[in-house]
């Protein structure tokens, strides 16, 4: 091929679009599925101890405290689990890592908008595997020939859990294929596939601080597997930076995840508002699928889910919409205080009558 101008030579892709964050502090952000409540009092603690002269130190590659402390907190060993700067970068490694052949690779036609993007980044071949008009998969559709699946369980944005026999049915009939399930939204209320690591060595469960246990900004994330899949992906990272994780997030990350009276504390409250939402809307007039989130995918019966999105946000008050097939008559909205989602449902009131 004859290069006529250095653009010809750029890697093109479209990025991925995150939910908008306002420049003000005065409004109900209930768009990026932010926690609401602070992280642990012992995250604070770690850092307003930790010596800033440490700061001219590079980190310690292998983040052993935080490692450790999942390792302990999960049940296995070190070595089956694999740290990132939030569950982004683990899952864009893990892309990299795993997905690396002719083959187009699985994962379904509504979900996390990020996927597509990593495809389109490394030159994967994809495929979107569509949803049954549920919401739900329907796992005989990743009952073929492919060169690996990612799956978000609960889906995103959705809500929608899968239970862990879907699961175990797609990984049964996927022996040379690298299964990863992505648990972004497991710790409100879902059932882990973690146990199922020790059955099936191709399974890698991918999780994230950012959700349950409020420390989106420190940006950690985490995968547990098979030793053999934690090797490779670290083999990866080490060959694209050695130094990721900042030590002010390997310390807090290490005592958010020892800190589990806390942890079970705040995300049962949310459970619990979610819970207490779902009436509400209901009451409204929204119908969504059963969510096992800190968000709900809400329609409304009556008044296109564009207008309400708008007139929310007219009121200071920010959920996410998205102007695509299938899903634009929904909008997700994020589980914050209880004071504010019945703030919410007051405007609500007003805008659907």
Request: hydrophobic share 35%; net charge negative.
């Amino acid at each position: 091929m004859n290069y006529t101008t250095w653009e010809q030579r750029v890697r093109k892709v479209e990025p991925y679009t995150p939910g908008e964050q306002p420049k003000t502090d005065k409004v109900i952000k209930l768009n990026t599925n932010e926690n609401p409540f602070s992280p642990s009092p012992m995250v604070e603690k770690v850092i307003k101890e930790y010596n800033e002269d440490a700061l001219r130190l590079y980190p310690d590659t292998r983040a052993g405290l935080l490692v450790d402390a999942l390792a302990k907190r999960y049940g296995v060993d070190s070595d089956q689990v694999f740290v990132g700067v939030g569950s982004d970068d683990v899952i864009s490694q893990t892309f990299l890592t795993f997905f690396n052949s002719d083959k187009e690779i699985l994962f379904p036609d509504i979900t996390y908008s990020f996927y597509d993007v990593w495809a389109e980044l490394y030159r994967i071949p994809y495929r979107t595997v569509p949803l049954k008009d549920d919401f739900t998969i329907n796992p005989d559709d990743y009952k073929c020939d492919n060169g690996g699946i990612i799956i978000p369980n609960p889906n995103a944005p959705t809500g929608v859990l899968e239970s862990l026999d879907t699961i175990e049915e797609i990984l049964k009939a996927n022996p040379t294929s690298v299964v990863v399930i992505d648990e972004a939204y497991i710790d409100f209320g879902g059932t882990s596939c973690l146990p199922l690591i020790d059955k099936y060595e191709n399974l890698l469960v991918v999780q994230t601080f950012s959700k349950s246990r409020s420390m989106a900004g420190m940006r950690i994330g985490f995968a547990i597997g098979s030793k053999k899949l934690i090797k490779y992906l670290s083999d990866v990272k080490f060959s694209v930076n050695s130094y990721t994780m900042n030590p002010l997030s390997i310390i807090g990350g290490a005592a958010a995840v020892e800190d589990e009276e806390y942890f079970q504390k705040t995300t049962q409250e949310i459970i619990n508002t979610r819970e207490y939402s779902k009436k509400r809307l209901t009451e409204l007039g929204f119908t969504f699928p059963d969510s096992m989130s800190n968000f709900i995918f809400a329609s409304h019966k009556k008044v296109p889910a564009k207008e309400i999105f708008t007139k929310l946000k007219e009121q200071g008050i920010y959920v996410r919409y998205w102007d695509k097939p299938r899903i634009n008559n929904h909008l997700r909205i994020t589980i914050g205080t209880k004071e504010n989602m019945d703030k919410v449902f007051e405007k609500l009131a007003e805008i659907v009558g």
